[in-house]
């Protein structure tokens, strides 16, 4: 994904480019004069878009391309509200085991794909001989093999499911500082990580968000 930054670089180069164009195609097309005042000019011109585009046009571009930028940002709570409103746009996957949903997990985006998580033992990934979901269409949010959660009487845990790339889990302390962590394979030195809602897990491919139906 594009960062801000960049896109606020690339928006500035683009406005001032044009203008320097413009000026260059007036000049030679439309103004009559000696070849050296025109390339003197032609100096001139573009040494002025330049400054234009470093000091004036960042001002007049900015606060419009921050409020686009605004709208493009999606984030995990806007996510979880989405889910449990049941908004138009959710992409949820069907689960092939009977039960109702207790947990989910949702990518991170304007148009959500909802895993749905049942009681018990659940695993999340796309390798047809062990998932619980039908529905996968690209572009995955996970691996074939990407972690088991556990939902048991309103508490959850995650772990790795022998993923290729692995994983990470971003929670918020106490503090408010956030804090990210690997998600590893269970063993003795290893137990499973416990997820709170608003939790958030970043595979190679997406963002996904932990909560509670």
Request: hydrophobic fraction near 45%; charged fraction near 20%.
């Amino acid at each position: 994904m594009i960062r801000d930054d960049s896109v606020h670089l690339i928006a500035n180069l683009s406005v001032t480019v044009i203008l320097g164009a413009l000026s260059l195609v007036t000049l030679w097309t439309v103004m009559d004069m000696a070849l050296y005042l025109r390339l003197a000019l032609s100096v001139a011109t573009l040494f002025l878009c330049a400054l234009v585009g470093h000091r004036l046009v960042p001002r007049l571009t900015g606060p419009l391309l921050d409020r686009l930028l605004a709208l493009r940002r999606t984030s995990s709570q806007w996510v979880l509200a989405a889910v449990k409103g049941d908004r138009p746009g959710l992409r949820w996957l069907e689960t092939i085991s009977d039960g109702s949903a207790v947990a989910f997990l949702a990518t991170v985006e304007r148009r959500p794909l909802v895993i749905p998580l049942l009681e018990g033992r659940n695993f999340v990934g796309r390798q047809r001989s062990l998932t619980h979901h039908r529905g996968w269409k690209m572009p995955y949010p996970v691996e074939a093999a990407q972690w088991f959660v556990v939902c048991e009487s309103g508490k959850a845990w995650i772990q790795d499911a022998a993923s290729t790339n692995g994983s990470f889990l971003r929670s918020t302390r106490p503090d408010g500082q956030s804090a990210t962590v690997p998600i590893e394979l269970h063993h003795e030195m290893a137990p499973p990580r416990r997820l709170q809602e608003g939790d958030e897990l970043l595979t190679c491919y997406a963002v996904l968000v932990f909560g509670w139906t």
